[in-house]
C-alpha cells in the first residue's frame, strides 16, 4: 500500500492520510500497516460480548504494557468518534480474525457479516507509534526495511488474571546493535500508551523464545552478529489470552494488520 502523504487533496478536498489508510481498507487492502500513514497512532483490536467487557476492561487495567486501551465503543455501536469521525469498526481494519471456542474459524476483511448488537470494541495502542520515533532518530526497523510483518512471540510471562482472561504475554522484537538498543529504550519510554520501554533486551530463551526466526505471529526478520534481539510487549496479547480461555465468540485483528486512526502519535508522548 502506498504510504500517504500527511494530507492528500482528492477533488478538492483535504484528506487525511489515516482517513485514506482506512478507505483502502473499505475497498480491501489486506496488507500490513507498517509504515503506513506515518504519524498516525495505529491500534490493536479486541472485540467481545458485553457480558465479558467488564472483565476484558479490569484486565487492561492489570496489564498496561501489553494492553493499553486508547479507545472503546459503545456496546453495539461501531463507531469511535474520539479516533475518527468516519470510523466504522466493521470495515476498516485490513484483515480481521473471528474466534469461536478459541480457535480463529475465520480472516475476513471486513465483519459486517459477524457483527452482533451486543458487541464492545476494545482498541489497543500499537508499538508502530513508536516506530515513527524511533525512525526520526536513524534507527533502523528491520521489518519496515524488509517489507514484512513485526515478528511477534508467545512467552513464559504470565499476565495479571482477570475472569476468564490469563495466559502469557506476547511480545515483538526489532533487532538492535548494542548503543541504538540503548537508545531505543529511551525513545521507546516516553510512549507509555503505546508499550512504552522493552520488557526484555537479549537472551530469548529466558522468556520462552526458543527460536527467535521462528516468530508465533508476523514474519521472521535476520538478526545480525552484531545485534541483539530487543522484546516489547504487543497488543496481541489478547489473541493468546483468547485463545487460553477457549471464549465462546471474540474478534480480533489479524497480527500486523492494524486499525490506522486520526490521532497523532505525538499526542501519546509523556516528555
Known sequence: ???????????????????????AC???????????????????LAILPEKLAGA?????????????????????????PALGLDLDIRTDVPRYRVWRDG???DEPTDIMNHWRDDLVTFVL?????????????????RHIEHNVRVPMYRTNIACSPSGPFEGPMVV???????ADAIRAVQITSRFPSVHGAPVHLGHPHSI??????????????PV????????????????????????????????????????????????
Open 56 to 80: 476484558f476492561h479490569r484486565f487492561c487495567q492489570l496489564n498496561p504494557k501489553p494492553c493499553p486501551i486508547i479507545g472503546m465503543s459503545d456496546v453495539g455501536d461501531p463507531r469511535i
Open 1 to 23: 500500500m502506498t504510504v500517504f502523504a500527511a494530507v492528500q487533496r482528492t477533488g478538492g478536498e483535504a484528506v487525511l492520510r489515516s482517513v485514506e489508510a482506512r478507505r
Open 208 to 221: 520462552g523464545i526458543k527460536d527467535v526466526a521462528k516468530p508465533d505471529y508476523g514474519d521472521p526478520v
Open 224 to 271: 545480525a552478529d552484531d545485534e541483539i534481539p530487543v522484546f516489547w510487549a504487543c497488543g496481541v496479547t489478547p489473541q493468546a489470552v483468547i485463545a487460553n480461555a477457549k471464549l465462546p465468540f471474540a474478534i480480533t485483528h489479524a497480527p500486523g494488520l492494524m486499525l490506522v486512526t486520526d490521532l497523532r502519535n505525538r499526542q501519546l508522548a509523556v516528555l
Open 125 to 141: 495502542g500499537c508499538s508502530f507509534s513508536f516506530e515513527e520515533a524511533l525512525l526520526d532518530e536513524g534507527l533502523p526497523i
Open 26 to 44: 473499505r475497498n480491501g487492502m489486506a496488507s500490513s500497516t507498517a509504515g503506513v500513514a506515518n504519524g498516525f497512532v495505529q491500534g490493536n
Open 172 to 178: 515483538s522484537m526489532r533487532p538492535f546493535k548494542p
Open 103 to 105: 480457535e480463529v474459524t
